[in-house]
């Protein structure tokens, strides 16, 4: 009997879950279709500023001029090549810990320890091979695998942003020296100032899928480990030449990017800071009306970043960026102190902050110095971009045109490249946006709808500096990327996506 009831109360509460159940995908079908509509309301909202801008840049061609350096990336697959071709043992995870963080690697076992760590980690990484004699040797064994197992592309922040701005209509002088094998790789539009050399610096990317296996590791997603052993980059062996090419070109633009190659280990001492010397001439060389880009990149050296900081940041008016970039630029300029690794899917009121206290830095510098040194460049725009939006401040009535429109087209860049696709599906799309953002941590900050009647919300707001409390009004664009649900290609984002917003504010 009370087995019976018991039995009734199964079917009962079977009956019922299974009921739960039904409306439990109804609902979620209901919210994915939602999700979808605003996805393709978003979409449509981007697509529309994006073809805005086209009717509104109807000029002559844009002038961009970018410096420095090129390299050839040689793509292999990780895993087969250091097993099959290279024949290497797999060393033992107890060696590898210690030796995690090294800057360079100079013998094999260091390079299998370092490659192992990052490999099972899935974490994107770039070293320098101290040893040319090793380094070369590798690249003969990749050669070994044979032509339809390797991938040679044209490589480097300046030649990719060039082709970018090319490809944006510019007319574009890129500062570069390049061997005869690689110059077919740029389009012949553009105007390249730098010699011709023998051979080209490589970058041997050794690229891995999640899952992939190599003795007793598996990596947990899909990324790439680069080992290079450059001669001409780090010398920045382009800027006499570029800086020549200017004074005949007078661009719009002068983007200065690639300096993170600077490695110390390859200079003698002083030997950098002239070399930064002679980049600080070129922007100071440069008439008032072209404008100037710095485009940071992961810079690991304290000693580095302060060079920078005194010897081209004061110089230019625009900053590009990816959340990393911007926490441990603004560690430097508030604390004197790098940061490494920080949260990929920073919150919009974070790096709006983050933003802001580099400007105010930036600004503060500047009313500090200006007097004493007139070549001094108030900076006017800071570009970030994230994995989940794109966020553009310009202080307004500037120079920057359409920041708006130049923010939903760096969003869709950003799109485009993660996905390897021009066209958009929204059913391909995850969105990490919520439907609104506070535009500051501070208590009370303001909150930004993202809806269809707005897809990139913009505002102006004062920013106050210095000790006299000085304000200047900035106008704040972000604009929400759709993020796609299988990344295919992430290296080399950054390159296109601030090529294409600053291409929109010329
Ligand atoms: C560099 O690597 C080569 C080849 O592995 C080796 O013969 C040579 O001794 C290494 N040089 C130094 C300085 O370690
Ligand atoms: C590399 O090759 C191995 C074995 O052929 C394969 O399992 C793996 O998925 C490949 N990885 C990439 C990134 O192509
Ligand atoms: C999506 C996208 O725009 N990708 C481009 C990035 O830049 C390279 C050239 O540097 C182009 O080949 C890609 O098409």
């Known amino acids: 009997m009370v087995k019976m009831t018991a039995?009734?109360?199964?079917?009962?509460?079977?009956?019922?879950?299974?009921?739960?159940?039904?409306?439990?995908?109804?609902?979620?079908?209901?919210?994915?279709?939602?999700?979808?509509?605003?996805?393709?309301?978003?979409?449509?909202g981007l697509l529309a500023l994006e073809s805005g801008l086209k009717k509104t840049n109807l000029g002559p061609a844009p002038k961009v001029a970018i410096g420095y350096g090129a390299c050839t990336d040689l793509q292999i697959n990780a895993t087969e090549f250091l097993e099959t071709?290279?024949?290497?043992?797999?060393?033992?995870?107890?060696?590898?810990?210690?030796?995690?963080?090294?800057?360079?690697?100079?013998?094999?076992?260091?390079?299998?320890?370092?490659?192992?760590y990052y490999f099972q980690n899935g974490a994107a990484?770039?070293?320098?091979?101290?040893?040319?004699?090793?380094?070369?040797?590798?690249?003969?064994?990749?050669?070994?695998?044979?032509?339809?197992?390797?991938?040679?592309?044209?490589?480097?922040?300046?030649?990719?942003?060039?082709?970018?701005?090319?490809?944006?209509?510019?007319?574009?002088?890129?500062?570069?020296?390049?061997?005869?094998?690689?110059?077919?790789?740029?389009?012949?539009?553009?105007?390249?100032?730098?010699?011709?050399?023998?051979?080209?610096?490589?970058?041997?990317?050794?690229?891995?899928?999640?899952?992939?296996?190599?003795?007793?590791?598996?990596?947990?997603?899909?990324?790439?480990?680069?080992?290079?052993?450059?001669?001409?980059?780090?010398?920045?062996?382009s800027v006499e030449q570029l800086t020549d090419a200017l004074k005949d070109y007078h661009p719009q633009l002068l983007v200065v990017s690639g300096l993170q190659m600077m490695d110390m280990f390859t200079f003698q001492p002083g030997e950098r800071e002239a070399r930064l010397q002679q980049v600080k001439w070129q922007l100071i060389s440069q008439p008032k009306d072209t404008?100037?880009?710095?485009?940071?990149?992961?810079?690991?050296?304290?000693?580095?970043?302060?060079?920078?900081?005194?010897?081209?940041?004061?110089?230019?008016?625009?900053?590009?960026?990816?959340?990393?970039?911007?926490?441990?630029?603004?560690?430097?300029?508030?604390?004197?102190?790098?940061?490494?690794?920080?949260?990929?899917?920073?919150?919009?009121?974070?790096?709006?902050?983050?933003?802001?206290?580099?400007?105010?830095?930036?600004?503060?510098?500047?009313?500090?110095?200006?007097?004493?040194?007139?070549?001094?460049?108030?900076?006017?725009?800071?570009?970030?971009?994230?994995?989940?939006?794109q966020a553009i401040l310009t202080i307004s009535r500037s120079q920057w045109k359409n920041t708006k429109a130049a923010a939903a087209k760096a969003a869709l860049t950003a799109h485009r490249y993660v996905c390897k696709s021009q066209f958009i599906n929204p059913e391909s799309v995850l969105q990490v946006l919520d439907d609104s953002f506070a535009t500051s941590t501070q208590d009370q900050a303001p909150r930004m709808r993202i809806n269809a009647a707005n897809p990139v919300p913009c505002w102006q707001e004062y920013i106050q500096y210095g000790k006299d409390f000085q304000r200047i009004e900035v106008e704040i664009c972000v604009a929400p990327v759709l993020v796609c649900r299988v990344a295919r290609k992430t290296a080399g984002a950054g390159d296109n996506i601030s090529a294409s917003g600053l291409a929109a504010q010329l």
């Not at 043992?89 to 320890?113: G, N, Y």
Request: proline share 4%; no cysteine.
């Open 291 to 389: 404008l100037h880009h710095f485009e940071m990149a992961s810079y690991v050296e304290l000693q580095l970043l302060q060079q920078l900081q005194q010897l081209v940041l004061p110089y230019v008016d625009s900053l590009g960026m990816n959340e990393q970039e911007l926490s441990n630029l603004q560690q430097v300029l508030s604390y004197g102190r790098i940061t490494m690794a920080t949260d990929w899917n920073p919150r919009i009121a974070m790096t709006l902050d983050k933003m802001r206290q580099v400007f105010i830095s930036l600004l503060e510098d500047y009313e500090h110095e200006h007097i004493r040194d007139a070549k001094r460049r108030r900076i006017s725009r800071i570009h970030v971009h994230t994995l989940a939006y």
């Open 125 to 237: 990484a770039e070293r320098m091979m101290a040893n040319g004699t090793l380094f070369r040797q590798l690249v003969e064994y990749a050669k070994i695998m044979g032509e339809e197992r390797i991938h040679w592309y044209m490589g480097g922040n300046a030649p990719l942003m060039a082709v970018r701005f090319f490809m944006e209509g510019a007319d574009v002088l890129l500062g570069a020296h390049m061997s005869k094998k690689l110059r077919p790789l740029l389009p012949k539009e553009i105007h390249l100032a730098g010699h011709e050399i023998p051979d080209d610096d490589i970058h041997l990317i050794l690229e891995y899928k999640a899952g992939d296996g190599w003795g007793p590791y598996r990596a947990p997603r899909a990324n790439r480990y680069i080992l290079h052993n450059d001669k001409n980059n780090p010398h920045l062996r």
């Open 7 to 44: 039995l009734r109360y199964m079917g009962w509460i079977t009956g019922f879950s299974v009921f739960t159940a039904f409306l439990s995908i109804i609902y979620q079908a209901f919210l994915s279709l939602q999700a979808l509509n605003r996805t393709t309301v978003l979409l449509a």
């Open 85 to 116: 071709y290279y024949k290497l043992r797999v060393p033992l995870s107890e060696r590898m810990a210690a030796q995690s963080s090294m800057e360079i690697v100079k013998t094999e076992d260091e390079l299998l320890q370092s490659f192992a």
